[in-house]
């Protein structure tokens, strides 16, 4: 689990990302967001089987970041990325749970925070 207070405490400025979703139900959504003068391009995919959101992440010029990677709150989702930007990307809830977001949850009760480098 990722120490977010260390984070806030380094200096970092978090930004939430938009996953503002029509009727909040969307198993399937890209979002792109500025990772520190880098544009990346991010998927998000419900698994109905499993009952887990996955991540997957590129450079607007194509260049994989990590692919098919298991969301989890307060962990950060580059964290096993080898063209990783340098900054984190962590999804966060309200609640001090760490239940998975279910489907409806991401851009609700779970927020995902992209820290900049320091």
Do not use: C, H
Not at 49 to 63: C, H, I, K, L, M
Not at 71 to 96: I, Q
């Amino acid at each position: 689990m990722i120490d977010v207070n260390a984070l806030f405490a380094s200096g970092r400025i978090a930004r939430e990302l938009d996953l503002s979703l029509d009727d909040g139900l969307t198993p399937f959504f890209s979002v792109s967001f500025n990772a520190d003068d880098r544009i990346v391009v991010t998927a998000w995919a419900w698994s109905e089987r499993v009952e887990r959101w996955y991540f997957s992440a590129e450079y607007d010029d194509g260049t994989p970041i990590i692919s098919g990677q298991v969301v989890e709150l307060w962990k950060d989702l580059f964290r096993f990325a080898t063209t990783r930007p340098v900054g984190a990307l962590v999804p966060m809830s309200e609640a001090s749970a760490l239940t998975a977001p279910a489907l409806g949850e991401l851009g609700g009760r779970v927020g995902v925070y992209y820290f900049s480098a320091p």
